[in-house]
Every structure is written in C-alpha cells, then in structure tokens.
T-cell receptor, first 112, second 113 residues
Framework: GENVEQHPSTLSVQEGDSAVIKCTYS??????FPWYKQELGKRPQLIID?????GEKKDQRIAVTLNKTAKHFSLHITETQPEDSAVYFC???????????FGKGNQVVVIP | DVKVTQSSRYLVKRTGEKVFLECVQD?????MFWYRQDPGLGLRLIYF???????EKGDIPEGYSVSREKKERFSLILESASTNQTSMYLC????????????FGSGTRLTVV
C-alpha cells in the first residue's frame, strides 16, 4: 500500500517567517494529496489539496507544490501567525481508492 | 454546522467491557472510516465502509469490529476493551467521488482502565 512520510516532525518558526513541511509518498499511482490542520483538541480539517495534474496550488497564505517525478509534495505557509500553530497531516490517495494514507504529522509552533 | 458527529467526546471503560463508538454523518456520503490517533503514530485506519452493510479491514483491525446498518451511521465496536486500546478515535466520511477529502468528526477520547 501507500506509505507517506513527513519531515520534520516538529517545526518552530518566528511569527512572520515562512514554514515548509515536506512529504514523500511511495506509490506512483497516487493522484490526490490533501493537507489537514489539527488544532489542539479539535478535529483535523482540510486546508488545501492538490491533484496530480497540477504542480502548484495557492490559497491566501498557504500553498502546496507537487513533484510527481520525485514523489514529494510540500506545504508552504507564509507570514506565519500564532493561529497557524497546529499539527499538520499530509495524505495521499491512489487512483480508484477512497482511502487516504496519512503521514505521522508535523507539529508547527509559531513563536510570537 | 456539524456534519460528522461522534456521540461521545470522552469515555472511560473497564478492561473487558464491550464498547460502542458511534458516528453519524448528514452529508449522504457513501464512504465512512474509523481511525485511531496516537502520539508519534499519526492516523491509522482501523476499518472502513463503502456502502451499507459493507465493511473492509484497514491497517489495524485486530480487536475491533464495525457495523453499518444505515448509510449515515458507522459504529466501531471494541469486543473486549484492553488498555492498549486507550486512544483518540476519529470517524471520517467522504463522498464517492475519489478526488475529495474527508470530513472528520470531533473524535472520542477513550480511556480503558
């Protein structure tokens, strides 16, 4: 099955700086890559996703890039704010499969 | 607007008890999933269902079973709770179209003593 890995496990950034989280996946048949944000004590929520026919997608301060050749995708958060502090999960889905394979999550801490 | 509801936020059960975790979604989604979330291990798939009365094992089904008698409800059953099943349990659902993400419930934190 699909194996998704995230790096780094913990990331601390100064408020206003950028944060980048990278994920790698193993199955070249995967074609859908969502990112979830989980604030403390809350449910994971979808914040952005990208499909394999697109190389980059942006939504305000967050963006995701996909490199299909290298089988990795990254979440970019610009101008970080304290409310960006959370655990971020990346995931991947194979063509024709409804299941998501999740990475282990990254704890992002934004230091005011 | 809560769309995936898990009946209990916190549960404390005794070892050996039979435990039911309930999940209900109001989005008419075909697909429903149960995950457990543990520190350092991320989200691990226990069971999933693509349709009423249909169930498939995920990556860690041992010690669990599920029931889906109605489209909107997916129940996770711990036949005989053990302390290593102490965890956060998350239910999720999605539409049948593969290129959409999940909607998660708020989670049930289960402690087995």
């Amino acid at each position: 099955g699909e194996n998704v890995e995230q790096h780094p496990s913990t990331l601390s950034v100064q408020e206003g700086d950028s944060a980048v989280i990278k994920c790698t996946y193993s199955d070249s048949a995967s074609n859908y890559f969502p990112w979830y944000k989980q604030e403390l004590g809350k449910r994971p929520q979808l914040i952005i996703d990208i499909r394999s026919n697109v190389g980059e997608k942006k939504d305000q301060r967050i963006a995701v890039t996909l490199n299909k050749t290298a089988k990795h995708f990254s979440l970019h958060i610009t101008e970080t704010q304290p409310e960006d502090s959370a655990v971020y999960f990346c995931a991947a889905r194979r063509v024709g499969d409804n299941r998501l394979a999740f990475g282990k999550g990254n704890q992002v801490v934004v230091i005011p | 607007d809560v769309k995936v509801t898990q009946s209990s936020r916190y549960l404390v059960k005794r070892t050996g008890e039979k435990v039911f975790l309930e999940c209900v979604q109001d989005m008419d989604h075909e697909n429903m999933f149960w995950y457990r979330q543990d520190p350092g291990l991320g989200l691990r798939l226990i069971y999933f269902s693509y349709d009423v009365k249909m169930k498939e094992k995920g990556d860690i089904p041992e010690g669990y079973s599920v029931s889906r008698e109605k489209k909107e409800r997916f129940s996770l059953i711990l036949e005989s709770a053990s302390t290593n099943q102490t965890s956060m349990y998350l239910c999720a659902s999605k539409t049948g179209n593969t290129n959409y993400g999940y909607t998660f419930g708020s989670g049930t934190r289960l402690t087995v003593v």
